[in-house]
């Protein structure tokens, strides 16, 4: 019983709490949930002010305890028509040259080393932060991107994903201030985000 704050970005509340949610509430139909949705910042901040109980964050964090839930893979994101999108995956090199739609979310970290990595600099055009946004820009043939697996919508129908060569994944897990101090009800939490990430 009681009352559980969680806090998730976007792709999170989208892809896996509902199912998690509704599970939870059929298990323990005394037990309360509220979810704040926000950045990685935001829920990084909610978690170190008390704000929520438990987050989803990449993972691994230095500040916070929790554990790893999934590997969200990065895709290449175009145009249906694009010359391409007749691959099957793709390398950053291919794609540094297009105009490139820089996701602002979060994953633009990540996406930025992967080019560093690979001695490149992204012909980037435009930073967004609003998925819907992004895939609408592709599908009109303003630019490419790359995006994480679950901020894509099913079906896929609008624009091209394609796997990255070599791949290129950001980790998901579950976070608190303590496993230690956490009270049960964050606990039946955390392990049935773990059940559930592993049917994702």
């Known amino acids: 019983s009681g009352t559980i704050r969680i806090g998730a970005f976007p ?10 949610l509704k599970a939870l509430h059929g298990s323990y139909p005394e037990l309360d949930t509220r979810l704040f949705e926000g950045s990685y910042q935001e829920i990084k901040e909610w978690l ?45 090199s291919q794609l540094a040259a297009e105009p490139f739609i820089m996701p602002m979310a979060g994953c633009e970290a990540l996406i930025g080393s992967a080019f560093a990595a690979a001695n490149l600099t992204p012909n980037v055009a ?11 820009m592709v599908e009109a043939g303003v630019g490419v991107t ?18 990255l060569s070599p791949p290129l994944k950001r980790e998901i897990g579950v976070a608190v201030r303590s496993l230690r101090d956490a009270s049960p009800a964050v606990h039946a939490f955390i392990q049935l985000a773990q059940r559930f990430s592993t049917l994702s």
Request: hydrophobic content about 50%; aromatic content about 4%; proline content about 10%.
């Open 48 to 92: 170190r002010t008390g704000v929520v109980d438990v987050g989803f964050l990449p993972w691994p964090d230095d500040e916070l305890e929790g554990v790893l839930l999934l590997h969200d893979p990065l895709l290449a994101v175009l145009p249906v028509g694009h010359s391409l999108a007749a691959a099957k995956e793709l390398a950053l």
């Open 11 to 20: 792709s999170v509340s989208v892809q896996m709490l509902p199912r998690l």
């Open 126 to 136: 435009y930073e967004v932060a609003d998925n819907a946004t992004i895939l609408a």
């Open 146 to 163: 790359v995006v994480p697996a679950l901020t894509l919508p099913e079906p896929l129908s609008s624009v091209a994903a394609r796997e």
